[in-house]
């Protein structure tokens, strides 16, 4: 099916402001939105699945939320079966995901595997099967070009792990590939991929070289996921009835940062090996350091994954999700 979003991966003008031509591109995908009609009628959500969606359309957010953010999550975790039968290290990095909403897993692919979808990666932009969307530092979605970034982005025991954690059915979302560090500023997912119940997305970032302090790595927050879900009616978003607001994002971004200073959250950069998976919680301040080596390289992927039963939209732009179920 057609998409306007192909378009807008490269475009930059003041079209991406203009609401109708998302719902336009919703009318063209509704196929994708289809299931979103049983959904809309359980949260109360009285719209079209052509419509915008935004936060504001929930007057109260539903009290369903991710196993692992209530209040008993630890107690509950301590005394599951599939989490007793785990190794000690497993179960320490489960816990630090609950504590402090990211786990790393240490050599989770193997170093052939990274290998194989390098070299995948670079073919595809060679063959212009894949490019760079806008920000010239993103290659969407490129699981549906190549084999192995779709095994990676499907991987079993991975898929098996980020259910348990979910406490809900996975639902394989999108890839971002990376040849470069991001130097994207700080932010959470939670703003680009909403969830209603709120909470109900989980990314897994993959190291796909080793990566050290002057490739521009990854910066998180640990604890952060335990803030507010911030929403563009939080701060000053510039969206009318009709357009979206020109620095939107930029102004999320700054809320962001005031936040961050705000409660003295301390920086953590991953200093990755090739092979490393870092999962992070949908609330998770994280973002990209400064290059400060020219040429360097910061080769990664990131999955995010939504999960079954949740309303799935993006803050910013209004859109719901298009998803192939």
Aim: with cysteine; hydrophobic share 40%.
């Amino acid at each position: 099916m057609i998409s306007l979003g192909k378009v807008f991966r490269k475009y930059t003008g003041a079209l991406r402001q203009f609401k109708i031509l998302y719902v336009l591109n919703n009318w063209l995908n509704r196929r994708q939105l289809a299931h979103n009609r049983g959904l809309y009628r359980k949260y109360g959500l009285q719209k079209s699945i052509l419509s915008n969606i935004g936060s504001k359309d929930f007057p109260a957010h539903h009290a369903d939320i991710p196993w692992l953010d209530r209040p008993k999550a630890r107690e509950e975790l301590e005394k599951h079966p599939a989490f007793l039968a785990m190794q000690p290290e497993q179960q320490s990095e489960i816990l630090r995901f609950v504590e402090e909403g990211y786990l790393i897993l240490k050599g989770f692919f193997a170093e052939e595997q990274v290998e194989q979808l390098n070299r995948e990666i670079d073919a595809l932009l060679q063959q212009q099967q894949l490019d760079f969307n806008y920000t010239g530092r993103k290659i969407m979605e490129s699981y549906k070009h190549s084999s192995t970034a779709n095994a990676f982005f499907r991987d079993a025991q991975l898929l098996e792990l980020l259910q348990f954690i979910m406490g809900k059915p996975i639902i394989p979302f999108h890839t971002i590939n990376f040849i470069e560090g991001s130097e994207q500023r700080a932010h959470s997912d939670s703003i680009h991929m909403t969830t209603e119940p709120q909470g109900y997305l989980i990314a897994a970032w993959i190291a796909l070289e080793d990566i050290g302090p002057d490739q521009g790595p990854l910066v998180y927050y640990p604890k952060s996921h335990r803030l507010p879900y911030i929403t563009t009616e939080d701060y000053p978003s510039g969206h009318t009835k009709w357009r979206l607001g020109e620095f939107a994002n930029k102004h999320f971004e700054d809320e962001v940062e005031r936040i961050v200073e705000a409660h003295q959250f301390e920086a953590k950069t991953f200093h990755a090996q090739k092979g490393d998976v870092l999962l992070w919680h949908a609330n998770l301040i994280h973002g990209g350091t400064a290059i400060t080596k020219a040429g360097a390289t910061r080769k990664s992927m990131v999955a995010h994954y939504f999960c079954e039963d949740v309303i799935c939209y993006h803050e910013i732009s209004q859109r719901p999700a298009l998803l192939s179920l």
